[in-house]
Protein backbone atom coordinates (compact mmCIF):
# COMPACT_ATOMS: atom_id res chain seq x y z
CA UNK A 1 0.00 0.00 0.00
CA UNK A 2 1.24 3.90 -0.72
CA UNK A 3 1.43 6.01 2.19
CA UNK A 4 -1.39 8.87 2.00
CA UNK A 5 0.40 11.29 0.31
CA UNK A 6 -0.09 15.62 0.40
CA UNK A 7 -0.16 16.62 -3.31
CA UNK A 8 1.73 20.09 -3.49
CA UNK A 9 0.88 21.75 -7.05
CA UNK A 10 2.95 25.09 -6.20
CA UNK A 11 5.98 23.84 -4.07
CA UNK A 12 7.34 27.32 -3.57
CA UNK A 13 4.17 28.44 -1.39
CA UNK A 14 2.26 27.74 1.30
CA UNK A 15 -1.14 26.26 -1.10
CA UNK A 16 -0.95 22.60 -0.76
CA UNK A 17 -3.83 19.82 -1.83
CA UNK A 18 -4.91 17.38 0.88
CA UNK A 19 -7.79 14.91 0.58
CA UNK A 20 -9.85 14.86 3.29
CA UNK A 21 -11.27 11.54 3.66
CA UNK A 22 -13.08 8.63 2.51
CA UNK A 23 -12.03 7.23 5.74
CA UNK A 24 -12.60 9.37 8.27
CA UNK A 25 -14.67 9.70 11.41
CA UNK A 26 -15.81 13.19 10.91
CA UNK A 27 -16.99 12.36 7.45
CA UNK A 28 -20.38 10.70 8.31
CA UNK A 29 -19.58 8.18 6.10
CA UNK A 30 -17.56 8.16 2.76
CA UNK A 31 -17.28 11.54 1.63
CA UNK A 32 -13.92 12.64 0.06
CA UNK A 33 -12.95 16.41 -0.04
CA UNK A 34 -10.16 17.80 -1.72
CA UNK A 35 -9.19 20.88 0.23
CA UNK A 36 -6.67 23.13 -1.52
CA UNK A 37 -5.21 25.00 1.65
CA UNK A 38 -3.41 27.99 2.18
CA UNK A 39 -1.34 26.89 5.49
CA UNK A 40 -4.72 26.25 7.76
CA UNK A 41 -7.22 28.57 5.54
CA UNK A 42 -9.11 26.40 2.93
CA UNK A 43 -8.63 28.29 -0.69
CA UNK A 44 -10.87 25.94 -2.24
CA UNK A 45 -12.99 22.52 -1.65
CA UNK A 46 -14.42 20.21 -4.21
CA UNK A 47 -16.63 17.07 -2.62
CA UNK A 48 -15.97 13.87 -4.01
CA UNK A 49 -19.03 11.50 -3.69
CA UNK A 50 -19.82 8.03 -5.23
CA UNK A 51 -18.32 5.97 -3.27
CA UNK A 52 -21.58 4.17 -2.01
CA UNK A 53 -23.18 4.36 -5.02
CA UNK A 54 -25.46 1.34 -5.33
CA UNK A 55 -28.11 2.18 -8.68
CA UNK A 56 -31.02 2.23 -6.25
CA UNK A 57 -32.95 4.21 -9.03
CA UNK A 58 -32.06 1.20 -11.06
CA UNK A 59 -33.52 -1.04 -8.61
CA UNK A 60 -36.30 0.60 -8.14
CA UNK A 61 -37.43 -0.28 -12.32
CA UNK A 62 -37.13 -3.90 -11.23
CA UNK A 63 -39.36 -4.23 -8.26
CA UNK A 64 -42.74 -3.83 -7.87
CA UNK A 65 -44.29 -0.97 -5.99
CA UNK A 66 -44.58 -2.11 -2.57
CA UNK A 67 -41.21 -3.99 -3.59
CA UNK A 68 -39.49 -0.65 -3.71
CA UNK A 69 -40.31 0.33 -0.10
CA UNK A 70 -37.03 -1.37 1.22
CA UNK A 71 -34.45 0.56 -0.86
CA UNK A 72 -35.54 3.38 0.48
CA UNK A 73 -35.11 2.08 4.21
CA UNK A 74 -31.34 2.20 3.10
CA UNK A 75 -30.99 5.63 1.09
CA UNK A 76 -31.10 7.68 4.28
CA UNK A 77 -30.53 5.21 7.01
CA UNK A 78 -31.02 7.42 10.10
CA UNK A 79 -34.41 8.36 8.46
CA UNK A 80 -36.33 5.46 6.99
CA UNK A 81 -39.92 6.19 8.18
CA UNK A 82 -39.51 9.81 6.01
CA UNK A 83 -38.17 7.67 3.33
CA UNK A 84 -41.26 4.97 3.36
CA UNK A 85 -43.36 8.02 3.36
CA UNK A 86 -42.95 9.96 0.50
CA UNK A 87 -41.93 6.99 -1.53
CA UNK A 88 -46.04 5.82 -0.85
CA UNK A 89 -47.31 9.24 -0.97
CA UNK A 90 -45.78 9.55 -4.39
CA UNK A 91 -47.97 6.39 -5.41
CA UNK A 92 -51.02 6.97 -3.62
CA UNK A 93 -51.35 10.11 -5.34
CA UNK A 94 -50.75 8.83 -9.02
CA UNK A 95 -53.22 5.96 -8.08
CA UNK A 96 -55.77 8.53 -6.33
CA UNK A 97 -55.74 6.93 -3.07
CA UNK A 98 -57.17 8.63 0.39
CA UNK A 99 -55.72 6.97 3.12
CA UNK A 100 -58.20 6.40 6.03
CA UNK A 101 -57.15 8.62 8.49
CA UNK A 102 -55.59 6.10 11.59
CA UNK A 103 -53.08 5.54 9.21
CA UNK A 104 -52.04 8.75 8.28
CA UNK A 105 -52.34 9.59 11.90
CA UNK A 106 -49.78 6.31 12.19
CA UNK A 107 -47.62 7.74 9.64
CA UNK A 108 -47.29 11.36 11.51
CA UNK A 109 -46.14 9.68 14.19
CA UNK A 110 -43.74 7.48 12.86
CA UNK A 111 -42.50 10.40 10.62
CA UNK A 112 -42.09 12.67 13.76
CA UNK A 113 -40.46 10.17 15.56
CA UNK A 114 -37.87 9.84 13.19
CA UNK A 115 -36.99 13.01 12.62
CA UNK A 116 -36.70 13.25 16.50
CA UNK A 117 -34.25 10.22 15.98
CA UNK A 118 -32.42 11.91 13.41
CA UNK A 119 -31.99 14.72 14.69
CA UNK A 120 -30.71 13.29 18.02
CA UNK A 121 -27.68 11.40 16.04
CA UNK A 122 -27.28 15.01 14.21
CA UNK A 123 -26.69 16.23 17.98
CA UNK A 124 -24.33 13.85 18.92
CA UNK A 125 -22.20 13.64 16.39
CA UNK A 126 -21.94 16.99 15.71
CA UNK A 127 -20.99 17.87 19.28
CA UNK A 128 -18.66 14.62 18.88
CA UNK A 129 -17.05 16.26 15.79
CA UNK A 130 -16.63 19.46 17.14
CA UNK A 131 -15.37 17.96 20.51
CA UNK A 132 -17.56 18.15 22.67
CA UNK A 133 -17.77 14.23 24.12
CA UNK A 134 -20.77 14.31 26.53
CA UNK A 135 -23.58 15.40 24.49
CA UNK A 136 -23.23 11.44 22.53
CA UNK A 137 -24.52 9.35 25.29
CA UNK A 138 -26.87 11.46 26.80
CA UNK A 139 -28.54 12.14 23.20
CA UNK A 140 -28.07 8.50 21.97
CA UNK A 141 -29.76 7.23 25.50
CA UNK A 142 -32.94 8.78 24.20
CA UNK A 143 -32.41 7.44 20.68
CA UNK A 144 -32.52 4.17 21.95
CA UNK A 145 -35.98 4.46 23.57
CA UNK A 146 -37.51 5.72 20.00
CA UNK A 147 -35.88 2.65 18.37
CA UNK A 148 -37.17 0.24 20.51
CA UNK A 149 -40.53 1.93 19.64
CA UNK A 150 -39.88 1.31 16.10
CA UNK A 151 -39.02 -2.08 17.15
CA UNK A 152 -42.02 -3.21 18.88
CA UNK A 153 -43.97 -1.97 15.67
CA UNK A 154 -42.63 -3.39 13.14
CA UNK A 155 -39.85 -5.52 14.05
CA UNK A 156 -37.11 -3.28 12.78
CA UNK A 157 -35.08 -0.57 14.40
CA UNK A 158 -33.37 0.96 11.38
CA UNK A 159 -34.56 -0.15 7.93
CA UNK A 160 -38.44 -0.04 8.98
CA UNK A 161 -40.36 -0.71 6.06
CA UNK A 162 -43.12 0.07 8.07
CA UNK A 163 -45.60 1.75 5.41
CA UNK A 164 -47.49 0.38 2.27
CA UNK A 165 -49.57 1.97 -0.61
CA UNK A 166 -53.22 2.33 1.03
CA UNK A 167 -52.12 2.43 4.16
CA UNK A 168 -49.88 0.58 7.40
CA UNK A 169 -49.42 -2.51 7.26
CA UNK A 170 -50.02 -3.10 11.06
CA UNK A 171 -52.18 -0.93 13.93
CA UNK A 172 -50.32 0.02 16.68
CA UNK A 173 -49.75 -3.44 19.11
CA UNK A 174 -51.55 -2.43 22.70
CA UNK A 175 -50.02 0.04 25.11
CA UNK A 176 -47.89 1.22 22.50
CA UNK A 177 -49.39 4.77 22.69
CA UNK A 178 -48.83 4.57 26.41
CA UNK A 179 -45.22 4.13 26.34
CA UNK A 180 -44.92 6.55 23.25
CA UNK A 181 -46.51 9.16 25.43
CA UNK A 182 -44.42 8.88 28.25
CA UNK A 183 -40.94 9.36 26.26
CA UNK A 184 -42.06 12.21 24.35
CA UNK A 185 -43.53 13.67 27.98
CA UNK A 186 -40.15 13.54 29.51
CA UNK A 187 -38.01 14.37 26.09
CA UNK A 188 -38.27 18.19 26.49
CA UNK A 189 -36.57 18.30 29.69
CA UNK A 190 -34.05 15.94 27.77
CA UNK A 191 -33.73 18.55 25.26
CA UNK A 192 -33.38 20.89 28.11
CA UNK A 193 -30.43 19.08 29.21
CA UNK A 194 -28.71 18.99 26.39
CA UNK A 195 -29.13 22.68 25.36
CA UNK A 196 -27.14 23.09 28.83
CA UNK A 197 -24.44 21.52 27.75
CA UNK A 198 -24.33 23.33 24.20
CA UNK A 199 -26.13 26.56 24.16
CA UNK A 200 -24.42 28.80 25.78
CA UNK A 201 -21.01 27.22 26.41
CA UNK A 202 -18.25 29.32 25.24
CA UNK A 203 -16.08 27.07 23.68
CA UNK A 204 -19.22 25.69 21.15
CA UNK A 205 -20.52 28.76 20.19
CA UNK A 206 -16.66 29.82 19.31
CA UNK A 207 -16.74 26.73 17.10
CA UNK A 208 -20.16 27.26 15.44
CA UNK A 209 -20.85 31.46 15.46
CA UNK A 210 -19.96 32.71 12.03
CA UNK A 211 -19.25 29.57 11.05
CA UNK A 212 -20.40 28.25 7.56
CA UNK A 213 -22.60 31.34 7.01
CA UNK A 214 -24.75 31.31 3.95
CA UNK A 215 -27.36 34.19 2.97
CA UNK A 216 -31.12 33.34 2.76
CA UNK A 217 -30.56 34.68 -1.03
CA UNK A 218 -27.76 31.95 -1.34
CA UNK A 219 -29.23 29.18 0.06
CA UNK A 220 -32.38 29.43 -2.32
CA UNK A 221 -29.57 29.63 -5.51
CA UNK A 222 -28.06 27.05 -4.27
CA UNK A 223 -31.52 24.99 -3.38
CA UNK A 224 -30.83 24.14 -0.17
CA UNK A 225 -33.73 23.08 1.92
CA UNK A 226 -35.09 21.49 5.51
CA UNK A 227 -32.65 22.97 8.35
CA UNK A 228 -29.88 24.94 6.40
CA UNK A 229 -32.70 26.61 4.69
CA UNK A 230 -34.52 27.72 7.77
CA UNK A 231 -31.50 28.63 9.45
CA UNK A 232 -31.06 31.13 7.10
CA UNK A 233 -34.47 33.14 8.24
CA UNK A 234 -36.37 31.38 5.26
CA UNK A 235 -39.81 30.12 6.61
CA UNK A 236 -40.26 27.29 4.15
CA UNK A 237 -41.37 23.76 5.38
CA UNK A 238 -43.34 21.26 3.42
CA UNK A 239 -45.28 20.23 5.82
CA UNK A 240 -46.74 23.70 6.36
CA UNK A 241 -46.58 24.48 2.34
CA UNK A 242 -48.12 21.27 0.69
CA UNK A 243 -49.56 19.70 3.73
CA UNK A 244 -49.51 15.68 3.18
CA UNK A 245 -51.32 13.34 5.58
CA UNK A 246 -52.82 15.56 8.16
CA UNK A 247 -50.23 17.50 8.90
CA UNK A 248 -52.96 20.62 8.71
CA UNK A 249 -54.71 19.55 11.52
CA UNK A 250 -51.53 19.84 13.99
CA UNK A 251 -50.23 22.93 15.19
CA UNK A 252 -46.03 23.19 15.27
CA UNK A 253 -44.45 26.14 14.42
CA UNK A 254 -41.31 26.35 11.74
CA UNK A 255 -38.17 27.98 14.11
CA UNK A 256 -35.93 29.94 11.77
CA UNK A 257 -32.69 31.69 12.28
CA UNK A 258 -31.51 34.80 11.65
CA UNK A 259 -27.68 34.81 10.45
CA UNK A 260 -27.32 31.71 8.71
CA UNK A 261 -24.58 30.05 10.73
CA UNK A 262 -23.68 27.04 12.04
CA UNK A 263 -25.05 28.22 15.13
CA UNK A 264 -28.79 29.07 14.13
CA UNK A 265 -28.66 25.47 12.09
CA UNK A 266 -27.97 24.44 15.74
CA UNK A 267 -30.48 26.21 17.21
CA UNK A 268 -33.34 25.64 14.36
CA UNK A 269 -32.79 21.50 14.99
CA UNK A 270 -33.45 21.88 18.83
CA UNK A 271 -36.11 23.69 18.07
CA UNK A 272 -37.81 21.51 15.79
CA UNK A 273 -37.15 18.47 18.40
CA UNK A 274 -39.49 20.55 20.65
CA UNK A 275 -41.72 21.03 18.03
CA UNK A 276 -41.91 17.05 16.91
CA UNK A 277 -42.69 16.46 20.60
CA UNK A 278 -45.48 18.92 20.08
CA UNK A 279 -46.82 17.08 17.28
CA UNK A 280 -46.35 13.53 18.50
CA UNK A 281 -48.42 14.31 21.14
CA UNK A 282 -51.45 16.02 19.50
CA UNK A 283 -51.43 12.79 16.98
CA UNK A 284 -51.54 10.99 20.44
CA UNK A 285 -54.28 12.74 21.51
CA UNK A 286 -56.18 12.89 18.42
CA UNK A 287 -55.70 9.51 17.12
CA UNK A 288 -58.83 8.37 15.56
CA UNK A 289 -60.50 4.56 15.49
CA UNK A 290 -60.72 2.84 12.52
CA UNK A 291 -58.78 0.61 9.81
CA UNK A 292 -55.38 1.50 8.57
CA UNK A 293 -55.57 0.20 4.89
CA UNK A 294 -57.56 1.72 2.43
CA UNK A 295 -59.40 -0.61 0.02
CA UNK A 296 -56.41 -1.09 -2.97
CA UNK A 297 -55.98 -3.62 -5.61
CA UNK A 298 -53.90 -6.77 -4.67
CA UNK A 299 -51.61 -5.53 -7.62
CA UNK A 300 -50.47 -1.35 -7.43
CA UNK A 301 -50.76 -0.87 -10.68
CA UNK A 302 -50.74 3.42 -11.35
CA UNK A 303 -51.88 4.53 -14.47
CA UNK A 304 -49.67 6.05 -17.22
CA UNK A 305 -48.55 9.44 -16.09
CA UNK A 306 -46.06 11.00 -14.04
CA UNK A 307 -46.05 12.53 -10.51
CA UNK A 308 -43.72 14.53 -8.04
CA UNK A 309 -44.59 14.20 -4.41
CA UNK A 310 -42.20 15.50 -1.57
CA UNK A 311 -42.31 15.06 1.99
CA UNK A 312 -39.86 17.14 4.77
CA UNK A 313 -37.81 14.67 5.76
CA UNK A 314 -35.08 15.84 8.60
CA UNK A 315 -32.48 16.47 6.22
CA UNK A 316 -34.36 18.56 3.77
CA UNK A 317 -37.12 18.08 1.42
CA UNK A 318 -37.09 14.83 -0.31
CA UNK A 319 -38.94 14.12 -3.17
CA UNK A 320 -39.99 11.27 -5.69
CA UNK A 321 -40.81 11.30 -8.85
CA UNK A 322 -42.59 8.68 -10.68
CA UNK A 323 -43.07 8.25 -14.23
CA UNK A 324 -45.34 4.99 -14.77
CA UNK A 325 -46.00 3.32 -17.98
CA UNK A 326 -49.38 1.48 -16.66
CA UNK A 327 -47.34 -1.62 -15.79
CA UNK A 328 -46.79 -3.08 -12.61
CA UNK A 329 -43.29 -1.78 -12.36
CA UNK A 330 -42.10 1.66 -11.94
CA UNK A 331 -40.68 2.93 -15.32
CA UNK A 332 -38.08 5.45 -13.81
CA UNK A 333 -38.32 6.18 -10.33
CA UNK A 334 -36.11 9.09 -9.29
CA UNK A 335 -35.43 10.12 -5.96
CA UNK A 336 -34.81 14.07 -5.20
CA UNK A 337 -32.11 13.88 -2.52
CA UNK A 338 -31.81 16.26 -0.09
CA UNK A 339 -28.90 15.61 1.59
CA UNK A 340 -26.42 15.50 -2.25
CA UNK A 341 -28.33 19.23 -3.21
CA UNK A 342 -27.75 20.39 0.36
CA UNK A 343 -23.84 18.89 -0.06
CA UNK A 344 -23.16 21.09 -3.50
CA UNK A 345 -23.51 24.56 -1.42
CA UNK A 346 -20.47 22.82 1.00
CA UNK A 347 -17.53 24.50 -0.91
CA UNK A 348 -19.54 27.97 -1.27
CA UNK A 349 -19.86 27.54 2.79
CA UNK A 350 -16.51 26.55 3.87
CA UNK A 351 -14.37 29.03 1.28
CA UNK A 352 -11.63 31.21 3.52
CA UNK A 353 -12.25 28.96 6.81
CA UNK A 354 -9.99 26.99 8.82
CA UNK A 355 -9.96 23.26 8.28
CA UNK A 356 -11.40 22.50 11.80
CA UNK A 357 -14.37 24.52 10.72
CA UNK A 358 -14.88 22.33 7.62
CA UNK A 359 -15.56 19.65 9.71
CA UNK A 360 -18.25 21.49 11.86
CA UNK A 361 -20.21 22.63 8.17
CA UNK A 362 -20.00 19.19 7.39
CA UNK A 363 -21.35 17.98 10.67
CA UNK A 364 -24.17 21.25 10.47
CA UNK A 365 -25.26 20.15 6.82
CA UNK A 366 -26.25 16.67 8.24
CA UNK A 367 -25.17 14.67 5.55
CA UNK A 368 -25.70 10.97 5.23
CA UNK A 369 -23.96 9.62 2.59
CA UNK A 370 -26.51 6.96 1.65
CA UNK A 371 -28.81 9.16 0.48
CA UNK A 372 -26.04 11.66 -1.67
CA UNK A 373 -24.68 8.25 -3.47
CA UNK A 374 -28.10 6.20 -3.40
CA UNK B 1 -79.02 -15.12 10.96
CA UNK B 2 -81.84 -13.23 11.38
CA UNK B 3 -80.27 -10.21 12.99
CA UNK B 4 -77.26 -10.17 10.45
CA UNK B 5 -79.91 -9.74 7.52
CA UNK B 6 -81.65 -6.93 9.34
CA UNK B 7 -78.18 -5.43 10.08
CA UNK B 8 -76.79 -6.04 6.58
CA UNK B 9 -79.02 -3.44 4.38
CA UNK B 10 -77.89 -0.45 7.30
CA UNK B 11 -74.67 -0.87 6.73
CA UNK B 12 -75.39 -0.63 2.74
CA UNK B 13 -77.07 2.90 3.20
CA UNK B 14 -74.70 4.55 5.50
CA UNK B 15 -72.66 6.33 3.08
CA UNK B 16 -68.61 5.37 2.06
CA UNK B 17 -65.88 6.60 3.03
CA UNK B 18 -63.37 7.77 0.13
CA UNK B 19 -60.57 4.68 1.39
CA UNK B 20 -63.60 2.37 1.16
CA UNK B 21 -63.90 2.71 -2.50
CA UNK B 22 -61.83 1.53 -5.32
CA UNK B 23 -58.98 4.56 -5.66
CA UNK B 24 -60.33 6.90 -8.71
CA UNK B 25 -56.73 7.66 -10.33
CA UNK B 26 -56.51 11.61 -11.22
CA UNK B 27 -56.90 12.68 -15.21
CA UNK B 28 -54.69 13.65 -17.31
CA UNK B 29 -55.88 17.05 -18.96
CA UNK B 30 -54.66 19.68 -21.52
CA UNK B 31 -53.74 22.98 -19.85
CA UNK B 32 -53.20 24.80 -22.46
CA UNK B 33 -55.88 27.16 -20.70
CA UNK B 34 -54.25 26.09 -17.13
CA UNK B 35 -52.80 30.22 -15.82
CA UNK B 36 -49.28 28.51 -15.09
CA UNK B 37 -48.78 27.59 -18.65
CA UNK B 38 -50.62 30.92 -19.85
CA UNK B 39 -48.16 32.89 -18.21
CA UNK B 40 -44.77 31.47 -20.20
CA UNK B 41 -47.27 31.46 -23.51
CA UNK B 42 -47.65 35.22 -22.55
CA UNK B 43 -44.14 36.22 -22.12
CA UNK B 44 -42.24 33.43 -24.62
CA UNK B 45 -45.02 33.18 -27.59
CA UNK B 46 -44.54 29.68 -29.63
CA UNK B 47 -42.10 28.26 -26.52
CA UNK B 48 -45.38 26.00 -25.26
CA UNK B 49 -45.63 23.10 -27.31
CA UNK B 50 -47.58 21.04 -25.36
CA UNK B 51 -49.44 21.60 -21.81
CA UNK B 52 -50.84 18.80 -19.59
CA UNK B 53 -51.76 18.90 -16.40
CA UNK B 54 -52.37 15.71 -13.92
CA UNK B 55 -53.21 15.70 -10.48
CA UNK B 56 -52.90 19.38 -10.31
CA UNK B 57 -49.15 19.28 -11.45
CA UNK B 58 -48.32 21.24 -15.12
CA UNK B 59 -45.93 20.05 -17.31
CA UNK B 60 -45.01 22.17 -19.78
CA UNK B 61 -42.95 20.76 -22.80
CA UNK B 62 -40.47 23.57 -24.82
CA UNK B 63 -38.66 23.37 -27.32
CA UNK B 64 -35.17 21.97 -26.62
CA UNK B 65 -32.65 24.84 -27.92
CA UNK B 66 -34.75 27.45 -26.01
CA UNK B 67 -34.53 25.89 -22.49
CA UNK B 68 -31.96 28.22 -21.51
CA UNK B 69 -34.15 31.41 -22.43
CA UNK B 70 -37.25 29.58 -21.03
CA UNK B 71 -35.41 29.33 -17.73
CA UNK B 72 -34.22 32.48 -17.38
CA UNK B 73 -37.41 33.90 -18.33
CA UNK B 74 -39.00 31.67 -15.63
CA UNK B 75 -36.69 32.59 -12.93
CA UNK B 76 -36.42 36.54 -13.65
CA UNK B 77 -40.24 37.64 -14.70
CA UNK B 78 -41.85 34.66 -12.97
CA UNK B 79 -40.11 34.78 -9.64
CA UNK B 80 -39.40 30.71 -10.12
CA UNK B 81 -36.25 31.45 -8.04
CA UNK B 82 -35.81 27.72 -7.01
CA UNK B 83 -35.01 24.73 -8.81
CA UNK B 84 -36.37 22.00 -7.21
CA UNK B 85 -35.45 18.98 -9.38
CA UNK B 86 -33.92 17.84 -12.33
CA UNK B 87 -33.69 14.77 -13.57
CA UNK B 88 -34.36 12.71 -16.95
CA UNK B 89 -36.10 9.76 -18.23
CA UNK B 90 -35.21 7.18 -20.83
CA UNK B 91 -37.87 6.21 -23.52
CA UNK B 92 -36.02 4.05 -25.93
CA UNK B 93 -37.95 3.34 -28.99
CA UNK B 94 -39.47 6.36 -29.00
CA UNK B 95 -38.93 8.43 -32.21
CA UNK B 96 -39.10 12.36 -31.32
CA UNK B 97 -36.35 12.14 -29.41
CA UNK B 98 -35.05 9.35 -26.74
CA UNK B 99 -34.83 11.21 -23.50
CA UNK B 100 -36.86 13.72 -21.45
CA UNK B 101 -35.50 16.16 -19.31
CA UNK B 102 -37.43 17.30 -16.51
CA UNK B 103 -37.09 20.58 -14.53
CA UNK B 104 -39.29 21.18 -11.68
CA UNK B 105 -39.54 24.99 -10.00
CA UNK B 106 -40.80 25.99 -7.43
CA UNK B 107 -41.84 30.00 -6.63
CA UNK B 108 -42.25 31.47 -2.93
CA UNK B 109 -44.48 34.48 -3.28
CA UNK B 110 -47.64 31.87 -4.26
CA UNK B 111 -45.74 28.08 -3.40
CA UNK B 112 -47.15 28.09 -7.06
CA UNK B 113 -44.74 24.49 -8.71
CA UNK B 114 -44.26 23.93 -12.64
CA UNK B 115 -42.30 20.92 -14.55
CA UNK B 116 -40.37 22.02 -18.16
CA UNK B 117 -39.62 19.41 -20.27
CA UNK B 118 -37.53 18.79 -22.86
CA UNK B 119 -37.18 16.28 -25.76
CA UNK B 120 -33.78 15.19 -26.56
CA UNK B 121 -32.32 12.76 -29.33
CA UNK B 122 -29.34 10.03 -28.28
CA UNK B 123 -25.88 11.77 -28.96
CA UNK B 124 -27.36 16.01 -29.21
CA UNK B 125 -26.28 18.89 -26.57
CA UNK B 126 -28.35 20.42 -24.13
CA UNK B 127 -27.99 23.42 -23.00
CA UNK B 128 -27.26 23.96 -19.54
CA UNK B 129 -28.86 25.89 -16.74
CA UNK B 130 -26.24 26.09 -14.43
CA UNK B 131 -26.13 30.32 -15.60
CA UNK B 132 -29.80 30.31 -14.13
CA UNK B 133 -29.93 28.29 -11.24
CA UNK B 134 -26.32 27.48 -9.52
CA UNK B 135 -28.05 24.31 -8.15
CA UNK B 136 -28.49 23.14 -11.40
CA UNK B 137 -24.78 21.89 -11.14
CA UNK B 138 -24.75 18.24 -9.36
CA UNK B 139 -28.33 17.63 -10.98
CA UNK B 140 -26.86 17.83 -14.55
CA UNK B 141 -23.72 16.15 -13.55
CA UNK B 142 -26.14 12.99 -12.48
CA UNK B 143 -28.11 13.40 -15.85
CA UNK B 144 -25.09 13.38 -17.76
CA UNK B 145 -23.51 10.16 -15.65
CA UNK B 146 -26.35 8.34 -15.68
CA UNK B 147 -28.16 9.19 -19.42
CA UNK B 148 -24.75 10.12 -20.93
CA UNK B 149 -27.01 13.10 -22.10
CA UNK B 150 -24.24 15.95 -22.46
CA UNK B 151 -24.94 19.44 -21.57
CA UNK B 152 -23.52 22.58 -23.61
CA UNK B 153 -21.50 25.12 -21.54
CA UNK B 154 -21.58 22.57 -18.63
CA UNK B 155 -18.88 24.44 -15.71
CA UNK B 156 -17.09 20.62 -15.15
CA UNK B 157 -19.09 18.03 -16.37
CA UNK B 158 -18.03 14.90 -14.72
CA UNK B 159 -19.11 12.18 -13.38
CA UNK B 160 -20.49 12.36 -10.12
CA UNK B 161 -21.49 8.70 -8.92
CA UNK B 162 -19.59 6.20 -10.78
CA UNK B 163 -15.88 6.57 -11.13
CA UNK B 164 -14.05 8.65 -13.93
CA UNK B 165 -13.27 6.13 -16.73
CA UNK B 166 -16.53 4.40 -16.03
CA UNK B 167 -17.97 2.41 -19.32
CA UNK B 168 -21.82 3.48 -19.69
CA UNK B 169 -24.88 5.11 -18.62
CA UNK B 170 -26.50 3.14 -15.96
CA UNK B 171 -30.07 4.61 -16.24
CA UNK B 172 -30.48 3.56 -19.69
CA UNK B 173 -33.34 1.13 -20.35
CA UNK B 174 -30.38 -0.92 -22.50
CA UNK B 175 -27.85 -0.94 -19.45
CA UNK B 176 -28.38 -4.30 -17.95
CA UNK B 177 -29.42 -4.92 -14.41
CA UNK B 178 -26.70 -7.25 -13.79
CA UNK B 179 -23.91 -4.90 -14.43
CA UNK B 180 -21.21 -4.79 -17.38
CA UNK B 181 -17.77 -5.77 -17.47
CA UNK B 182 -15.80 -2.65 -16.52
CA UNK B 183 -12.26 -4.19 -16.57
CA UNK B 184 -11.83 -3.39 -12.80
CA UNK B 185 -10.58 -6.63 -10.94
CA UNK B 186 -12.83 -7.37 -7.72
CA UNK B 187 -10.13 -9.33 -6.36
CA UNK B 188 -7.30 -8.56 -7.96
CA UNK B 189 -4.90 -11.89 -8.58
CA UNK B 190 -1.61 -9.82 -8.32
CA UNK B 191 -1.31 -7.83 -4.92
CA UNK B 192 0.22 -4.64 -4.51
CA UNK B 193 4.16 -5.41 -3.72
CA UNK B 194 4.93 -5.78 0.08
CA UNK B 195 1.32 -6.62 1.39
CA UNK B 196 -1.23 -9.50 1.17
CA UNK B 197 -0.82 -13.17 2.11
CA UNK B 198 0.69 -15.49 -0.58
CA UNK B 199 -1.52 -17.90 -2.24
CA UNK B 200 -1.31 -21.61 -0.47
CA UNK B 201 0.87 -20.85 2.54
CA UNK B 202 -0.99 -21.37 5.48
CA UNK B 203 -4.23 -17.85 6.30
CA UNK B 204 -7.66 -18.15 5.90
CA UNK B 205 -8.69 -21.40 3.96
Known amino acids: MTSPEVVRPFPDSEEMEVSFGPQHPATHGVLRVMVKL ?23 ETETYN ?42 LLAELQRLSSHIIWLGTHALDIGAQSPFFYTFQEREIILDLYEEYCGARLTLNCMRVGGQPFDLPEGWTGRCKAFVD ?20 KRTVDVGVISAKDAIEWGLTGPPLRGSGVKW ?45 QCLAKLPDGPVMAKVPKVIKPPKGEIYFSVEGPKGELGYYIVSDGGTKPYRMHVRPACFINLQA ?29 | MGEQDKVAPQEQAAPKQPWEEKPVPPELKDAREHPLAKEIAAILPDAVLEAFELAGQVTVTVPRERIVEVGRACKDRLDYKFLVDLTAVDWKERPEGRFDVVYWMHRFTDSARLRLKIKVADGVEVPSV ?44 DFPIQGIDTGAAVYPDVYPPGGGPVAGEGGES
Open chain 1, 38 to 60: DGERIIDAKPIIGYLHRGTEKIF
Open chain 1, 67 to 108: GTIPHTDRMDYTAAATNNQGLVGAVEKLMGVTVPPRAAYIRM
Open chain 1, 186 to 205: QLPARIAEWERLLTNNRIWK
Open chain 1, 237 to 281: DIRKVFPYDHYNEVEFEIPIGANGDTYDRYLVRVEEMRQSVRIVQ
Open chain 1, 346 to 374: LPEMVRGLLVADLIAVIGTLDIVLGEIDR
Open chain 2, 130 to 173: TGVWKVANWMEREVFDMFGIYFADHPNLERILTWEGFNGHPLRK
